[in-house]
């Protein structure tokens, strides 16, 4: 068994730190053999792969001497730059003091020092081109954000959405078509329309709207047409016919034609254009011979400063009611009826003519079939404030006499048109809404230009 060599003597024990003895083999304390404590190794520095053991480098690049201790000044900061750098092919890298345009690797170009850090290599966009036009911004130019158009939410069970057909996709319930209730006011007329609870669509449509005449004073109108369900397109017949007429007081009450003459002249210009829906190719007469020609009944009024103008053919009515409920309510117009040609030949009264089931068959109305067209106009001038109803038989139903329309009428109904001809469809859907109810309120005598529903 070999030994290892004898150590020289250590002045502490290296287990317990205790002070030794020269020629001590073991701590006199602790009793640690002193003969195995190891040998110091030999110093070797960490050099870089490229250096010596004696501090110079392999390629013979040497370090900057150090300054000598004591000068006042720091020490210089040793960069990776100072020594030259070289590429996968040991050709010398380009420094930061790489000047733009020279070529470092041509014969003679100064070869700056270098670390191996490309210094020169071109700053990177943030963001790369796309090789096709974004089609997000050929869109929207601006970049503005647009806006979802809101979701229709379906009116019987208030959670599905409602497809392009118009039907629920949670519970299949068939939404309103917009005609199925109608709502307008311009200036100080209103008017609305409802489908009734009974029928399938909506064969009522009206027009409202207000001018000036001549001399600057204010003019408001309203006309509300019926279609006859028993003709082909009644629903097409009503809309032409309200347009129609609309269309012709507002041309004819600026040009100073007087408002009865206009009234008179706009039936017309309704039943023209209802004749046109019955213009028909003769094809679809031989494929539908049944079917008649689009009808509809027609009813309006005109409201000035001091005259109320009413115009119609059919049963549609215009009913008068004072602000002041202590005088009389009047009802306008006659109906263009069986039963009330039966009251006024003096053949039944008429509340026995109005309880015949033939009392509501028409004797007049606006369609290519109809008799020679008669429409009726009438004047008046009413000596106070009130407001005048034009309505559809679906409201007059349940509030046939002056008397009852003017206990349903609100009595802010002059303020408050809009609002009264709600109240008025409400009451006959609360009656039982058997037909489709249409009724426009005008205020009497015209407010001046601006003035509309509070």
């Known amino acids: ?16 730190a205790e002070p030794v003895e020269p020629g001590d083999l ?20 960490t050099l870089t792969m490229t250096d010596s053991a004696d501090g110079s480098c392999g390629d013979g690049v040497a370090w900057p001497a150090p300054e000598p201790d004591g000068s006042g000044t720091p020490p210089a900061a040793h960069l990776p730059a100072d020594l030259a750098g070289t590429d996968s092919g040991g050709r010398p890298l380009p420094g930061p003091e790489h000047e733009s345009g020279t070529d470092p690797h041509a014969q003679g170009a100064r070869q700056p020092a270098g670390s191996g850090v490309r210094f020169d290599r071109p700053a990177e ?3 790369y081109p796309l090789q096709a036009p974004d089609p997000r911004v050929a869109e929207n130019p601006g970049g503005t954000a647009v806006p979802e158009e809101p979701a229709q939410v379906c009116v019987a069970c208030r959670a599905g959405r409602v497809d392009s057909d118009g039907y629920c996709e949670n519970c299949g319930h068939a939404q309103p078509r917009e005609r199925d209730h109608m709502e307008r006011e311009s200036g100080p007329v209103a ?17 409202v709207g207000h001018t000036a005449l001549p001399d600057g004073t204010p003019a408001a109108l309203a006309i509300v047409c019926d279609g006859v369900s028993s003709a082909t397109r009644p629903d097409d017949a009503s809309t032409a016919a309200s347009q ?36 028909e190719p003769a094809t679809a007469r031989e494929h539908a011979p049944h079917q008649n020609a689009p009808a509809c009944t027609i009813v309006g009024a005109v409201v000035t400063s001091g005259l109320l103008v009413v115009g119609w053919v059919g049963d549609s009515r215009v009913y008068w009611v004072p602000d002041d409920r202590s005088a009389p309510a009047a009802r306008l117009t006659e109906d263009d009826s069986w039963a ?48 005048v109803v034009v309505c559809t038989d679906g409201l007059w139903n349940y509030a ?31 009656g039982g809404g058997h037909d489709n109810v249409t009724v426009a309120v005008v205020p009497f005598p015209a407010p001046p230009q601006g003035a509309g529903s509070a």
């Open 191 to 207: 008017a609305v329309s409802d489908r009734g609870l009974r029928h399938h669509r909506n064969e009522d449509a009206f027009a």
């Open 26 to 45: 073991f701590c006199g304390a602790c009793g640690y053999d002193l003969s195995v404590v190891p040998e110091p190794p030999q110093d070797h520095p």
């Open 125 to 127: 966009p943030d963001e």
């Open 340 to 387: 009330a040609q039966m009251v006024a030949a003096g053949l039944m009264s008429e509340a026995e003519a109005y309880a015949d089931e033939r009392a509501h068959a028409i004797t007049g109305w606006l369609g290519a079939d109809a008799y020679e067209l008669e429409p009726h106009t009438a004047s008046f001038k009413p000596d106070r404030p009130g407001v």
């Open 400 to 430: 046939e006499t002056a008397e009852e329309m003017s206990e349903v009428v609100p009595a802010d109904a002059a303020a408050r048109p809009l609002h009264s001809a709600r109240v008025l469809v409400g009451h006959a859907l609360d």
């Open 244 to 279: 129609a007429a609309g269309d012709a007081l507002l041309a004819a009450l600026p040009r100073g034609t007087h408002p009865q003459t206009a009234m008179h002249e706009a039936i017309v210009a309704a039943a023209q254009a209802v004749n046109a829906l019955a213009e």
């Open 1 to 16: 068994m070999s030994q290892k060599p004898q150590q020289a003597a250590l002045a502490k024990c290296p287990s317990c």
